[in-house]
């Protein structure tokens, strides 16, 4: 297996996706006193191209490691960062790729990616279940870790007025109530 | 007619979530048939604290680094680890060298006593209790160590966003020589005990096969998934801390057999092999470190200033005991709370191939090979054995489980 820089892999990524790439990034820093570097990449894409940009990844990595979807609540938007490592294996080459998904609060649909990675299946159940977006195609579509008598349609990350309802939440001593 | 339906008849075995043993809860739902296991379905959750919602809506970041020390009560150096690397990569705050030395060095101590741990619990579960009593007095040695350099045994408070809170100086070096030089006396023993007793082999080779394809489709990390030969540890893949300076190489259980089954034997080998490399990383530290400061910013008001103003967004990877843990973290300026953290922990993804492990596998063998993943989570305390074909309900116990176990092994000593 190849194993290309990190510039080549965000070309490669511009090419694979067309019109479907926004945005990419590189950060690395030094780390302690032999300054080898850390690296990760961040790479931006629309709805649309969210598939093909997995299935890019399964191309430059076969079987890339699935670390965890985090989720954030941006307001009108909710995105996603989908946290993945390739190039396990060799001493100083691993990178860590997380691929950002921005999903406007009108749609929150995301495709499943089970049948690339069945592994996902922990993590696309608790973004389902915590961030209130829909993983589409799903295989399991039970709760991960909230309780069956959790109120439907509230969703504890967010935090609009689907968040936790107020009489979920202790209000610490000398605190206000949030909403 | 009567036979057919016989034939067709399966028992579902709830396990959990309740266990005496190990630290936290789980639910198994095991689908037998007769004795062999042909369906597992996971319930998590019991314990989910909403640790990440404190973190983005209570506390600030210095705060949240004691609530991810108490995420997990054996990986309490690894959260935090992976915390502050993911809050350093977000703000551009960098450790002095000195202070990813000490670092390191815990991260070690950990491992030791973590891996001695699980050896204690798994000879436990084939009721070989000699052994299990034998490796846990062993561990007490690490434990005291452990209090010695941080001054607590369990939670240890020594991580700080850029750098550490506690030195480890020149004069504790003896100590700590004495304790790892303690350990290298013993490893020959430990091997001998662990990988040539008869009992021991019969009773975990072949047992609960985890094949390589499935480990990597499924995402296992950490010792479980390199005893299936996945070459993952981030310790040599993606280095971090004093592990960037020094040569490390994954273990998997080829180095002492030559081949890779994927068995609890080989999850043994792999956790054995990895006590031996703790101790010669933490040598080497001890020889390397660099002299210096400890904390980038010693006073904590100011970093919390620093911290409220920054705005930018890192991951955090620490390779744990069970394997890799992974913290995420966005912070946004005048925001005092952090504005996401996710935490992903080995037993997260390790769980997932419980199902592949278990199929096809007596109950006795549940025990020990569900034990072999170390899962930080775990099981095993009321089964309602149901019989699907007459709606009979029989109950046992977490014991009657162990004692099932313990009679398969007296059953192979004979």
């Known amino acids: ?179 | 007619m009567m036979l057919e339906e016989t034939k067709k008849a399966t028992y579902t075995i709830p396990v959990g979530p309740i266990h005496p043993a190990l630290k936290e809860p789980i639910r198994l739902a095991l689908t037998v048939d007769g004795e062999e296991i042909v369906d597992v379905d996971i319930f998590v959750g019991h314990v989910h604290r909403g640790i990440e919602w404190l973190g983005m809506n209570r506390n600030n970041p210095i705060q949240s680094i004691y609530v991810s020390e108490r995420i997990c009560g054996i990986c309490n150096i690894c959260h935090p680890f992976a915390f502050v690397m993911a809050v350093e990569h977000a703000t551009g705050i960098t450790p002095p060298p000195r202070a990813e030395y000490i670092r390191t060095i815990i991260a070690e101590m950990e491992r030791i006593h973590s891996h001695l741990l699980w050896a204690g619990v798994a000879a436990h579960e084939i009721g070989f209790d000699t052994i299990f009593y034998l490796t846990w007095r062993v561990r007490e040695e690490i434990m005291d160590l452990i209090e010695y350099v941080t001054g607590n045994r369990v939670t240890k408070a020594m991580f700080q966003i850029g750098g550490v809170r506690r030195d480890i100086t020149e004069e504790q070096f003896p100590r700590i020589r004495q304790s790892l030089d303690y350990y290298k006396s013993l490893f020959d023993q430990l091997k001998r005990v662990f990988l040539d007793d008869k009992t021991i082999q019969m009773r975990t080779k072949n047992v609960g096969i985890l094949k390589k394809e499935d480990a990597l489709k499924l995402l296992t990390v950490g010792p479980s998934g390199r005893a299936s030969g996945v070459p993952k540890d981030v310790r040599q893949n993606q280095p971090y801390a004093a592990y960037a300076d020094l040569d490390i190489k994954v273990t998997t259980p080829d180095i002492l057999t030559g081949t890779v089954v994927g068995d609890v034997y080989d999850r043994i080998i792999v956790r054995l092999l990895e006590v031996k490399q703790a101790i010669e990383i933490i040598e080497q530290c001890l020889e390397k470190m660099p002299p210096g400061p400890i904390l980038a910013q010693p006073k904590t008001a100011l970093l919390l200033k620093t911290l409220t103003k920054a705005e930018g967004e890192g991951i955090g990877r620490a390779e744990a005991p069970r394997g890799e843990v992974v913290h995420y973290v966005r912070l946004e300026a005048g925001q005092s709370t952090l504005a996401t953290w996710k935490v992903r922990a080995p037993t997260y993804v390790n769980l997932m191939s419980a199902p592949t492990i278990l199929k096809g596998m007596q109950i006795a063998d549940v025990p020990i090979a569900f034990a072999s993943l170390d899962p930080c989570l775990s099981c095993t305390n009321r089964i309602v054995v149901t019989d699907r074909a007459t709606g009979q309900k029989s109950v046992t116990d977490y014991e009657e489980l162990h004692r099932l176990s313990v009679e398969k092994t007296r059953k192979l000593q004979r």
């Open chain 1, 1 to 179: 297996m190849e194993l290309l820089s990190p510039e080549k892999i965000i070309d490669s990524f511009k090419t694979a996706l067309g019109d479907g790439f926004i945005d990419a990034k590189i950060y690395q820093r030094e780390v302690a006193l032999k300054k080898n570097k850390f690296r990760s990449i961040w790479v931006e894409v629309k709805q649309s191209a969210f598939r093909n940009a997995v299935e890019h990844i399964c191309y430059l990595q076969k079987y890339p490691h699935l670390a965890i979807i985090s989720s954030s609540d941006l307001g009108s938007e909710v995105e996603l960062i989908y946290h993945f490592t390739i190039y396990y294996g060799y001493h100083l080459e691993e990178l860590s790729l997380g691929l950002r998904v921005k999903l406007l609060k009108s749609d929150l649909r995301i495709p499943t990616i089970t049948d690339l990675i069945p592994g996902a299946i922990f993590t696309e159940r608790e973004t389902q279940e915590m961030m209130g977006v829909e993983v589409v195609g799903i295989p399991d579509k039970r709760r991960l870790f909230l309780p069956e008598d959790f109120p439907e349609g509230a969703y504890p990350w967010r935090k609009d007025e689907k968040g936790p309802p107020s009489d979920m939440l202790r209000v610490l001593p000398g605190r206000k109530q949030k909403r």
